[in-house]
């Protein structure tokens, strides 16, 4: 598994929490926002402290969400995952070699049925469901697509989370910084 067992994976959009999760003992971090000019030096100040950073390819300004541009930070900044809503994004990561994590947003029955079709076309090594908070289809997402959860979105609590990774999830992606510092977000 990746992750490092690590069950929570905070997802932070601005420089203090970055800067905060610098000290505390979680290995991966999500980077949700950033600007392209800044990613060399948050991936300095990562390795520094031993983090591994998984980039939202489709939110960093300045980088257009397409094979170039996934080539260039998967050869250049070189993360150790990249998330994206765009199947392009994804495979380009896979021939990279980089953790590949396809973003499904679930509104309706229909966006349920479209994930499952481009996931089969991507083969992404995880999927990131969101709305999270859903137990039962996120058991549903991974019996039918036979890849790894992650889940996030609306996860407010630790019983949620609980729920989430009883259901199948290998982890939550969460903004919501009480929850990083729950035990449960730590390796075993």
Request: contains cysteine; aromatic residues 6%; charged residues 25%.
């Amino acid at each position: 598994m990746h992750f490092a067992n690590q069950r929570i994976l905070p997802a932070v959009r601005n420089m203090k929490d970055f800067e905060r999760l610098m000290t505390r003992d979680l290995e991966y971090i999500v980077l949700l926002e950033a600007h392209l000019g800044q990613l060399s030096s948050l991936m300095r100040l990562a390795k520094k402290h031993d983090k591994k950073l998984i980039l939202h390819a489709d939110l960093i300004q300045g980088l257009k969400h397409d094979e170039a541009g996934t080539q260039f930070l998967c050869q250049m900044v070189q993360p150790a995952g990249v998330i994206s809503t765009h199947a392009t994004v994804i495979t380009t990561a896979k021939k990279n070699r980089v953790l590949a994590i396809q973003r499904v947003f679930l509104i309706d029955s229909h966006s349920l049925e479209t994930s499952y079709r481009v996931s089969q076309y991507a083969k992404p090594d995880y999927l990131e469901v969101l709305p999270g908070i859903l137990p039962d289809i996120i058991r549903e997402v991974g019996s039918k697509t036979d890849i790894p959860i992650l889940a996030g979105g609306f996860i407010r609590t630790r019983e949620e989370v609980d729920d989430v990774l009883a259901a199948g999830a290998t982890a939550v992606t969460t903004s919501l910084a009480k929850l990083w510092d729950d035990p449960v977000a730590r390796p075993n």
